[in-house]
């Protein structure tokens, strides 16, 4: 059963597309409405305080956090029409909490990290965040977030694992994790990585359906860490 179904006949089209990832959009938007404040909230402590190390990291990491986000909507609206997508809602469901899962940890009290802790985890985020960057601009046009195939990507970091805006995604994620109440922030990262992890062959189906040559793609490169899995 689809989500949009008075739009069925339509399901070809840029309209139908727009429709379906509409919460999608929302999502993203909702982050850039909530969070652009707080880095404005960063520039006037910048004034009053001076570039510390710690205002400045944590400035870069919010900046590339909204830059992502922008960039999801900007991709949205600009990929192509899908060549063949997953039937039913589970793929779906799936997608979706593998993507929006992470979310739930930013709800949770912040932990009083040491500072070695802290520095740690803010290099792995900003690290994550410009690496999952760099793959979404050579994605582009082909960006889905459900299981759709655009077109075959197999080049730049996808020369390199299957799957790179998800693993940079997890690196991000965890960084994040370490930042908030344990082990609760734990919990909801094994939860959400696992929701990551069942959304892969769903993805990887519609895939070896659309192109003939991914099956070779896939047996000579790694799903998210390469020499490893």
Not at 24 to 43: K, S
């Amino acid at each position: 059963m689809y989500l949009f179904a008075p739009l069925k006949s339509h399901e070809n089209t840029k309209l139908y597309d727009l429709a379906a990832a509409s919460p999608l959009i929302v999502l993203y938007g909702w982050v850039l409405v909530r969070d652009l404040p707080l880095l404005a909230d960063y520039f006037s402590a910048f004034e009053s305080e001076g570039l510390g190390v710690a205002l400045l990291t944590e400035a870069m990491g919010l900046s590339l956090s909204l830059c992502v986000a922008a960039l999801l909507i900007v991709l949205v609206l600009i990929r192509t029409l899908p060549v063949k997508k997953s039937a039913g809602i589970v793929p779906r469901a799936v997608a979706l909490l593998g993507t929006g899962g992470g979310l739930a940890i930013l709800m949770l009290p912040p932990a009083a990290l040491p500072l070695w802790l802290d520095v740690l985890s803010v290099g792995i985020v900003l690290f994550g965040l410009c690496a999952m960057l760099f793959s979404l601009v050579w994605l582009r046009h082909s960006f889905s977030v459900f299981p759709e195939a655009r077109r075959l990507v197999t080049s730049g970091p996808y020369a390199l694992v299957r799957h790179p805006v998800y693993a940079f995604e997890e690196l991000t994620l965890f960084g994040v994790m370490l930042q908030f109440m344990q082990p609760w922030a734990c919990l909801l990262f094994v939860v959400q990585l696992c929701f990551q992890f069942a959304r892969i062959p769903f993805e990887e189906r519609v895939l070896a359906d659309a192109f003939p040559e991914y099956g070779e793609y896939a047996s000579r490169t790694a799903r998210l860490v390469p020499g490893i899995y």
